[in-house]
């Protein structure tokens, strides 16, 4: 388990500049893998565990121990929480509350995601902020896109929270859009299966998994790996995804570190 020493830092002013110094810690060693600075999409269901609501937070503490031994291994990481496992905007939307509303409260979703992975992160000695797309002052930092920058470079982990800030964007897309801005070398989707595959490996055991694919091939098929916009965004960035099994243990660090079983798309 990955613990870094020390007292970990209060959170900085939110209304302030953020202090430069030339004594800032900073991961020291270089990854073994072909990314550098990688953006973790983590899906809203994956922190339920084998509950059926909510956040197993055994299950927040394993993901906060991987990213841990990742940022521990020189790895710059943010990362992107969805809301599925509190509230859903589009199946709120389809039993008839107004979409813009219930994208809304998605967000919000996201937002007690963020503060409690933020929570398990530090747990285990892991300098984190939450940034979120909607101001909420009391509770994190709003999105601020030169302060995140500044806070991987530092060692920290950052937490994107709250989508894009605008309703009818799913909070793949928000992956989309803070890689391209972060400068991400790829993205990691983590899903509940090894990677893409032409059918639901669930039901059919005879499902074929792809090793590779370009984007247009997974818009064209109409793989489920993201959404449309989301796989254009990274395409027109030239930015890898990939996908992988964020419930097996240590699969994080494996496909990292160039090992693992997965599907990248693109690159």
Do not use: W
């Not at 270089?30 to 973790?40: D, E, H, I, S």
């Not at 027109?236 to 419930?247: E, G, L, M, S, Y």
């Amino acid at each position: 388990m990955y613990t870094r020493p020390g007292r970990i830092p209060s959170e900085d002013s939110i209304h302030a500049e953020i202090a430069v110094t030339d004594t800032e810690d900073r991961p020291s060693k270089t990854p073994k893998g072909p990314y550098k600075r990688v953006l973790l999409k983590v899906s809203g269901e994956a922190l339920m565990g084998d509950q059926p609501y909510g956040i197993d937070m055994n299950t927040a503490d394993r993901i906060a121990r991987e990213v841990g031994e990742a940022v521990e291994a020189g790895y710059e990481l943010c990362l992107v929480i969805g809301g599925g496992n509190i509230f859903r905007g589009l199946t709120a939307a389809a039993k008839g509350m107004e979409r813009a509303a219930a994208d809304y409260m998605g967000m919000l979703a996201t937002v007690m995601n963020a503060l409690a992975m933020q929570t398990a992160l530090e747990r285990v000695g892991v300098q984190t902020r939450v940034q979120s797309a909607i101001p909420m002052t009391t509770v994190c930092e709003p999105y601020i896109r030169r302060r995140a920058v500044r806070h991987m470079e530092r060692g920290r982990v950052v937490i994107f929270a709250a989508g894009t800030g605008n309703p009818f964007f799913t909070t793949d897309t928000a992956a989309a859009l803070r890689a391209a801005e972060m400068g991400c070398d790829a993205l990691f989707k983590g899903t509940s299966v090894d990677g893409v595959y032409d059918d639901d490996p669930r039901k059919n055991p005879q499902a074929e998994r792809f090793e590779r694919l370009d984007y247009i091939d997974v818009l064209a098929r109409d793989l489920k790996v993201m959404d449309a916009s989301a796989v254009t965004l990274m395409r027109d960035n030239q930015i890898p995804i990939v996908v992988f099994n964020i419930r097996e243990q240590g699969g994080l660090a494996r496909v990292l570190d160039g090992e693992g079983v997965c599907t990248v798309v693109g690159g």
